[in-house]
């Protein structure tokens, strides 16, 4: 497997708390994802990094702020967490952005209440 | 946005049938590729299809790449109990890797 780990694995919050998710990888890949995952919905990209302090929005953003100071950290951060985003949440890392394929942490299960 | 549409969301079959998974992109992709994540666990790389009208293989799976670069598809012969879990497609867009919604396998013994 690729070395690549998240942390914490599973997490309860209540809701208003900001929560801070990590993603560490030891492949050096330039490329990390945050993705969540809920029934019905498949893996839903949040945000994504291309470079150390290079990201941007993916898909469902709102609510979420991310940060790369360096290659083998990508933080995603909860700023006021609510019942919503209540989910699984999976980290990936590929070396480029196409053409290779990415690699999947083991997810963190997050519970706001 | 870019969308990858995947159906059906879930099928049943029975230990012996096959199975088939759809994927649809609203744009042309450079590539398409195809995950599979057991129950309780995290996505795992399949394949990776290139070429327009690709196909490839592997044992029992067989993935094909549309003529227009825009669908593809995964069969699977005879479907095994091991097979159970859901199958994801996911294309390149720029930087962005967006997957389809998945289809769950449960396959009935």
């Known amino acids: 497997d690729a070395g690549i780990t998240q942390s914490p694995r599973h997490k309860v919050t209540e809701t208003g708390t900001p929560v801070t998710l990590r993603c560490h990888q030891t492949e050096n890949h330039r490329y990390m994802y945050w993705y969540r995952q809920d029934p019905g919905h498949g893996l839903r990209l949040i945000h994504y990094s291309y470079g150390v302090k290079d990201t941007d929005k993916g898909e469902v953003s709102d609510g979420y702020s991310v940060s790369r100071s360096k290659t083998e950290d990508f933080l995603l951060t909860l700023e006021s967490a609510t019942s919503s985003q209540t989910s699984v949440y999976f980290c990936a890392i590929s070396e480029s952005s196409a053409g290779t394929e990415a690699f999947f942490g083991q997810g963190t299960r997050l519970t706001v209440v | ?109």
């Not at chain 2, 009208?53 to 095994?80: D, M, P, Y």
Request: glycine share 10%; hydrophobic share 30%.
């Open chain 2, 1 to 109: 946005g870019q969308q990858v549409m995947q159906i059906p969301q879930y099928q049943h079959v029975q230990e012996g049938e096959d199975f088939t998974t759809y994927c649809n992109s609203s744009t042309t992709l450079s590539n398409i590729q195809w995950y599979k994540q057991r129950p309780g666990g995290h996505p795992v790389f399949l394949i990776q299809l290139v070429k327009s009208g690709e196909v490839k293989k592997q044992k029992r799976l067989t993935f094909q790449f549309g003529e227009a670069k825009k669908n593809s598809s995964l069969h699977i012969t005879a479907t095994q109990t091991t097979d159970v879990g859901t199958y994801f497609c996911a294309g390149h867009y720029g930087n962005k890797l967006v997957f389809g919604a998945g289809t769950i396998l449960r396959v009935k013994s």
